[in-house]
C-alpha cells in the first residue's frame, strides 16, 4: 500500500483534477506505445540523451509491472526507452499519456524534460494513482526522423513502472481555428527583474520550460516565489492585430503580462506578495491594445508570476491569441465537449 502525507496529497490532488480536466477534452490517438520498450535498472542522467545505445537494454511490456516482466523483488530507479516516427501538423496540441506510473516519473523526449509526477528521494513522495499526460512541444519534435521518449521511474515498494492502459500519442482538440495557440516551449527564469519585461530583452541563456504545467514538474521542485516566462511568436500572414484578446488560461497564484514590453493586464496584488481571492482559479483573459502586435515580425509574451506557496506557474490552458469577436464562440466549443471536467473519463479510466 501506498501513503503520502497531507501536504503532498494537496499536490496530487491538484495535478489530479488538472489531469481530469485534460482527460475530458476531444482527443484522437496518434501513436499507440503499447508494446516492447526498453529497459533497465538503475538510475544515469546520460539515459535521457537520445544519442545514448540502449541496444543491451532488455526488452520489457508497457504497460504492466516491471515485477510482473520478471523483475520480481525490485524496488528503486528504472529507466524505459522508446523511438517513434510519426506525421503531426504544426497545429496540432500533442500529450504524451502514459496512463498511471508507480511511484515517480521524469519524461523526456529527443533529451528535453518535458514533465515530472511524484517526488524522487531524498524528498520522496508517491503520485502512483495519477493518470500522466504531458504536453509534447513541437519544438522538441523531429519530423521524418525517429524521436526518442525516456522515462525514469522511481518505485518505493510494491508494483513499479509504467501500469496504465493509456500509452500513447494524442492530438487534444484547441478549438483555436481562427487563432494562434501560445502552449508548448517557453523561456523561463527564477526570481524578479522588472527588466526582463522588455520587448528587446535576450532570454537566450534562460531555461526552457513547457506551458501549461507547474513548474514543480519541470524540475523546479518546491520553489515559491517570483519568476518570469517569455515567449517569441510572429503572426501568421493576413492575421489581424486589431480587436485581438489572449488567454492564459489559470496561473499560480498572481500574474502580470506584457505584449512587447507593454503591459496589458494583471491578476491580483502582485507586490503584495499575497493571495486573497483564489487568483489561481481565475481565467486570464487580458485585451492587447490594437496595432501593439508587428504583423510580419517576430513578437514577445512576457508573463511574471508571484506564487505564494503549493505549485506553481501558468498550469492550465487554453494558451491563445483570438478575435474578440470570437470570444464566446471560442468557449462554447471548449467547454462543448460533453465531459469537459473529466468526470466520466476519471471514473471510467483503468
Known amino acids: 500500500m501506498k501513503f503520502t502525507t497531507p501536504t503532498r496529497i494537496i499536490g496530487i490532488t491538484f495535478v489530479l483534477l488538472i489531469t481530469m ?16 520498450w526498453k529497459f533497465t535498472l538503475g538510475d544515469n542522467a546520460k539515459f535521457a540523451d537520445p544519442g545514448y545505445n540502449d541496444s543491451g537494454w532488455e526488452n520489457i511490456y508497457v504497460p504492466s509491472p516491471w ?23 504544426p497545429t496540432e496540441l500533442l500529450y504524451l499519456e502514459l496512463g498511471r506510473v508507480d511511484d515517480v516519473d521524469q519524461v523526456f523526449i529527443n533529451g528535453h524534460l ?16 495519477v493518470p500522466r499526460a504531458y504536453l ?8 521524418g526522423k525517429e524521436n526518442v521518449i525516456a522515462v525514469r521511474v522511481y518505485d518505493e515498494g510494491g508494483e513499479g513502472g509504467i501500469l496504465g492502459s493509456n500509452v500513447g500519442i494524442y492530438h487534444y482538440a484547441t478549438y483555436n481555428e481562427s487563432g494562434l495557440s501560445l ?30 504545467a507547474t513548474w514543480e514538474s519541470q524540475g523546479f521542485q518546491g520553489y515559491d516565489g517570483f519568476a518570469w516566462y517569455r515567449k517569441k511568436f510572429t503572426l501568421p500572414a493576413g492575421f489581424q492585430t486589431k480587436d485581438l484578446v489572449v488567454l492564459l488560461g489559470k496561473i499560480d497564484d498572481m500574474d502580470q503580462v506584457f505584449v512587447n514590453g507593454e503591459k496589458i493586464g494583471e491578476t491580483g496584488d502582485i507586490e503584495s506578495q499575497r493571495a486573497r481571492d483564489d487568483e489561481w482559479q481565475h481565467e486570464r483573459t487580458y485585451f492587447i491594445p490594437d ?27 487554453p494558451l491563445t491569441i483570438i478575435p ?3 470570444y464566446k464562440q471560442f468557449w462554447r466549443d471548449y ?3 460533453n465531459d469537459y471536467f473529466g468526470w466520466k473519463s476519471f471514473l471510467d479510466w483503468n
Open 114 to 129: 518535458i514533465g515530472s509526477t511524484g517526488g524522487f528521494p531524498p524528498n520522496y513522495f508517491t503520485a502512483y494513482n
Open 291 to 317: 496595432n501593439l502586435l508587428h504583423p510580419g515580425k517576430e513578437n514577445v509574451i512576457a508573463v511574471r508570476v508571484y506564487d505564494q506557496t503549493g505549485e506553481g506557474g501558468i498550469f492550465e490552458g
Open 21 to 36: 480536466a485534460l482527460y475530458g477534452a476531444a482527443r484522437e490517438r496518434k501513436v499507440s506505445l503499447k508494446g516492447d
Open 67 to 89: 515485477q510482473s516482466e520478471g523483475f520480481r523483488h525490485y524496488n528503486g530507479y528504472a529507466w524505459y526507452r522508446t523511438k517513434v516516427e510519426f506525421s503531426f501538423d
Open 136 to 143: 509534447i512541444p513541437h519544438e522538441y519534435l523531429v519530423k
Open 335 to 337: 467547454h462543448g465537449s
Open 324 to 326: 474578440r469577436t470570437n
Open 183 to 212: 502552449c508548448g516551449n517557453w523561456k523561463f527564469h527564477l526570481f524578479d527583474n522588472k527588466d526582463w519585461s522588455k520587448e528587446n530583452f535576450n532570454d537566450a541563456d534562460w531555461e526552457d520550460i513547457v506551458a501549461p
